[in-house]
């Protein structure tokens, strides 16, 4: 079952009495998806066509497709850089990409939390004001979410994702706090939360609007961009044209694309993508669900799961590690299951800390080997042997398992 038809069948079972630990506020947020929708009907620039659920091309050596979703495959990222080039760029829709008219497009700010009335800026309008450039780690919530079945044998619902629903990307944009302070917000604001144009999402036979998720004041005003530009060009559709949210450190669908609208409330606000989806569910968790935000700490290798290498000739690993808690203080590879551990040589700058490429030298010897990689972070956060298991499968960060065989004379 996708998380998304659970967030339907946990609806429909509150409805009929079957569901325990959800408040009174969290079902009128989840049955107000409609009006919410109604309340915050897009601009005319919403979509002038949507021609599929992905725009670009997805060429099977660099992508992964899952329906409107499509997982960049790491032996892609192998000497492409610091930042993920747009054509291999991961994506994640939960219907289609919109595309959408720059030149009649506009973000609405309103709500209780400005001084003032709404508040109407263009493209142009956002350009003008002071500009930011980051690089942003943008990341699933349920990236590994597949190696919770295929390595600790769980079952879990959502997207299989292997390790490449991630990439890190050089946007420029104008800070979110500059757009919120020009329109008016005030010291009562509480949370800030954007709207996508894209499709208002339908599971289950319930419209549960467009997606958004809010964020609260503090975070809106830290670190929080606006951005119009990916890698020095318009974002392209897949990745937010015109303007998206990029939020560092926290889960993707914080990340909101295609924003139209922001309110800014003075009490706090509710959706469906924090109320029922990304929640911690399962045997540990309370009955609603725990909320979480940020994301954790992963690596990965930059080769597909059954790599064939030359027995007895040198190989060269190269990899990938971050974490949404700071930069990468070293990282430990295992060429034998994790019975031994090297540690890795880390190659190139680590640019706002989003996060850090590395290699390790490795003569196989034939046969069947299994790698591991666990990263250390400078909050002495350490990947785990086991990952805590959720019933939607949200933040994998245990080591993964990746078999590989050397051929040949040993």
Request: net charge positive; hydrophobic share 40%; glycine share 10%.
């Amino acid at each position: 079952m996708d998380e998304l038809e659970y967030d339907s069948t946990r609806l429909r079972q509150w409805r009929s009495g079957q569901a325990r630990g959800f408040s009174r506020r969290t079902f009128l947020a989840l049955t107000g998806a409609a009006s919410a929708a109604l309340a915050g009907a897009p601009s005319p620039a919403r979509a002038a066509a949507e021609p599929g659920p992905i725009v670009k091309a997805l060429p099977p050596e660099l992508f992964k497709v899952f329906g409107t979703n499509a997982e960049t495959r790491w032996p892609a990222l192998k000497d492409v850089g610091y930042h993920v080039p747009v054509d291999r760029f991961f994506v994640r829709n939960h219907t289609s990409t919109p595309l959408i008219d720059s030149a009649t497009w506009a973000l609405e700010v309103f709500g209780a939390g400005l001084r003032g009335g709404p508040r109407t800026f263009s493209l142009a309008d956002l350009r003008r004001l002071p500009p930011v450039t980051r690089s942003v780690t943008v990341e699933c919530a349920g990236n590994g979410r597949g190696y919770f079945t295929s390595q600790q044998g769980q079952t879990v619902s959502g997207t299989a994702w292997g390790l490449g629903a991630v990439g890190v990307g050089r946007w420029r944009g104008v800070r979110l706090s500059t757009v919120l302070r020009h329109a008016g917000i005030g010291r009562h604001a509480v949370d800030v939360q954007a709207s996508g144009l894209d499709a208002t999402f339908v599971t289950g036979g319930v419209d549960l609007g467009p997606v958004r998720r809010p964020l609260p004041v503090g975070k809106a005003l830290d670190d929080v961009i606006l951005a119009y530009e990916m890698n020095g060009a318009p974002l392209p559709p897949d990745h937010g044209y015109p303007v998206r949210l990029i939020v560092p450190s926290w889960i993707g669908i914080a990340s909101i694309k295609w924003v139209g609208r922001i309110e800014v409330s003075d009490v706090p606000l509710f959706s469906p993508w924090n109320t029922q989806f990304y929640r911690l569910f399962g045997p540990e968790f309370p009955a609603e669900g725990l909320p979480f935000d940020r994301q954790s700490i992963k690596s990965a290798f930059e080769l597909d799961p059954g790599a064939a290498f030359p027995a007895g000739k040198p190989v060269r690993l190269t990899g990938r590690s971050w974490s949404a808690a700071g930069r990468i203080r070293r990282v430990e590879v295992s060429t034998d299951g994790g019975t031994t551990w090297r540690r890795a040589r880390f190659t190139g700058p680590s640019l706002d800390a989003a996060w850090q490429r590395w290699e390790l030298d490795w003569r196989p010897a034939a046969g069947d080997h299994v790698l591991l990689a666990r990263a250390t972070d400078v909050r002495g956060n350490t990947q785990p042997d086991v990952a805590r298991f959720n019933t939607l499968g949200y933040l994998f960060d245990a080591a993964v398992r990746v078999p590989v065989t050397a051929t040949g004379p040993a």
